[in-house]
């Protein structure tokens, strides 16, 4: 249900300047007072009088204002942020979380999603747009937000959907990553474990659920830098084959093979999962794929869950880790869809158990780790804030608050639960499987 509402501006909007001028005209848009603190390019200030200790907002440039006008919500606010157009200063003890957490709380509290404004609050909007210079064309994309063009997942857009992530930078991600490289939630005992520790145990925890032992034959789908397939091989003395479709993940995973002396055992493949199905009487022992149905989408996740059961002989295990959401933005919003992860779905973990089904395999277990995840970004945050000045000379300003926003909004996503991660394990059905009765 829709509300309209008239609520008059507050007697401090009148005051003066664009602050003013901008938390007068919101007023109707927001049911109230704004909640932040506003410092504009004018050098003009807004402090709420219900709350003088808000979170600072600083709008350096009409642009923030227009690309908010011509993609309002979460996709202007997240271009006009990375550019630096809109920052959240760390005033106060405030910084991106609490800020962020602190509006999402006041949306809440007033219901925003329901907010139909009167048509003279828009009126008004618009010429106080045309006021302070920011109606106008709309301003270019910012130079971080994806362009992949193609057939929705057709061999060459996944390709290049996952190379604008993955490809970015080997080196960046090693400032951000553990040693292990693993680019998934970890497996923590506590709080302060580190964490390559937690990844190391992540690692163990699938390589013992997938019964793995010396000899074994063992299939990585999106193997991204190795970690489970390096682990794999070297801790559990499984053959291993990974699939990528990065090449830079590739390159990656090659060199530690030759640094480790595991070029007997691992074999890392440039493959698309559709390809990497083996002939039938040369299945694998067991398959993991740690958070790369993701990738996949709706439409092809069918196909996936085929990859899986036609991969692993009769009897075999099967494991997936694998993210959920709820709601209205399966790919993970605005931000997520043009700045980190271009095309990914997804779903509720029921909906994904019911499709996995559907490929034909026996589910076994669902292991939820929704808050190992908000440790596991906490590690990666903590790295990334330590690393900061060496990211900016890697990739530049503009990246590096991409990574920002998207570890902060990530980890937030898992804490106030809008997100979760499973590992799904499986069997297929067709012959007796070793998996203990009482685990």
């Known amino acids: 249900m829709t509300a309209t509402t ?7 909007a009148q005051q003066g300047g664009v602050a003013h001028r901008l938390a007068e005209v919101l007023h109707p848009f927001l049911r ?50 990375v550019t ?20 999402f709380a006041v949306a809440a509290e007033r219901g925003l999603s329901g907010v139909r404004p009167t048509p003279g609050a828009v009126v008004e909007a618009v010429r106080a747009a045309l006021d302070l210079g920011a109606l106008g064309r709309r301003p270019a994309n910012p130079d971080s937000q994806a362009k992949v063009r193609g057939r929705l997942h057709s061999k060459l857009r996944d390709r290049s959907a996952i190379s604008f992530h993955y490809d970015l930078s080997n080196e960046f991600y090693a400032l951000i990553l553990e040693p292990q490289m693993a680019y998934s939630c970890g497996y923590h005992s506590d709080p302060d474990q580190p964490l390559e520790e937690a990844q190391r145990a992540k690692l163990d925890l699938v390589c013992t659920k997938l019964g ?7 299939l ?9 397939s390096l682990h794999a091989a070297e801790h559990f003395g499984a053959q291993v084959t990974g699939v990528t479709i990065a090449a830079e993940q590739k390159k990656f995973i090659d060199a530690r093979i030759a640094e480790r002396g595991l070029g007997d055992r691992v074999e890392i493949r440039l493959q698309d999962y559709r390809d990497a199905v083996p002939a039938r009487g040369q299945e694998y022992d067991a398959v993991g794929s740690l958070e790369m149905g993701e990738h996949v989408g709706q439409k092809n996740y ?54 996995l089904e559907k490929g034909g395999l026996e589910v076994r277990d669902v292991h939820a780790l929704r808050e190992h995840y908000v440790l596991t970004v906490a590690g990666w945050l903590q790295r990334f804030n330590l690393n900061r000045e060496r990211l900016v000379d890697l990739m530049g300003e503009e990246v590096v608050r991409v990574w920002e926003l998207y570890l902060v909004g990530g980890s937030m996503a898992f804490r106030d639960g809008r997100m979760g991660v499973d590992q799904i394990l499986m069997v297929r059905p067709g012959a007796p499987h070793t998996l203990p009765a009482v685990r």
């Open 6 to 12: 008239t609520t008059s501006a507050p007697a401090s």
């Open 84 to 103: 630096g157009e809109l920052d959240v200063l760390p005033i106060d003890g405030w910084d991106l979380d609490a800020a962020l957490t602190h509006a």
């Open 212 to 218: 793995l032992e010396p000899g074994m034959r063992m």
């Open 32 to 81: 109230g007072e704004l909640p932040v603190r506003l410092r504009c390019w004018d050098g003009s200030e807004f402090v709420p009088a219900s709350d003088p200790s808000a979170p600072v907002v600083a709008l350096r440039s009409p642009d923030a204002v227009r690309r908010l006008l011509w993609h309002p919500g979460e996709l202007g606010a997240a271009q006009a942020y």
């Open 220 to 228: 990585d789908i999106g193997c991204g830098w190795g970690s489970l």
């Open 302 to 355: 069918p196909t996936y869950a085929q990859v899986l059961h036609d991969s692993v002989r009769p009897g075999g295990r099967v494991l997936i880790q694998q993210m959920s959401r709820t709601g209205k933005w399966p790919g993970g919003g605005p931000f997520i869809e043009n700045f980190i992860a271009p095309d990914m779905y997804m779903r509720p973990v029921g909906d994904t158990v019911s499709l």
